[in-house]
Nanobody, 124 residues
Framework: QVILVESGGGSVQAGGSLRLSCTASGYTYSRILMGWFLQAPGKMREGVAS???????HYTDSVKGRFTISKDNAKNTIYLQMNALKPDDTAMYYC??????????????????WGQGTQVTVSS
């Protein structure tokens, strides 16, 4: 079973930056897709960015040019660098992983393992 632990959330003013981290343990898959998701109050969880084992990345349109997903294989950690934050980015951010998803899509129901989430609050 994969265990995911997020960190790095917090409160920031609009235009500011935050870097989220997600450290994974307990998996032995040679190929795994990892992703970042957000869930605002009263809304569905939605994908933000994904990264494959080979380093390919994918972003949803709303964060392209502002967010960057990356990984450090030695630390079993992925990151989400968030710049130019907007109040609409306020949400709980979750890290997820799955070894069976092909491609770079972010279908919420198909990700098997999830972290506990970290809160990001952006004030205007």
């Amino acid at each position: 079973q994969v265990i995911l632990v997020e960190s790095g959330g917090g409160s920031v003013q609009a235009g500011g930056s935050l870097r989220l981290s997600c450290t994974a343990s307990g998996y032995t898959y040679s190929r795994i897709l990892m992703g970042w998701f957000l869930q605002a109050p009263g809304k569905m969880r939605e994908g933000v960015a994904s990264i494959a084992s080979d380093g390919r990345t994918h972003y949803t349109d709303s964060v392209k040019g502002r967010f960057t997903i990356s990984k450090d294989n030695a630390k079993n950690t992925i990151y989400l660098q968030m710049n130019a934050l907007k109040p609409d980015d306020t949400a709980m951010y979750y890290c997820a992983a799955d070894p069976g998803i092909k491609g770079l899509g972010l279908p919420v129901p198909l990700f098997a393992d999830w972290g506990q989430g970290t809160q990001v609050t952006v004030s205007s």
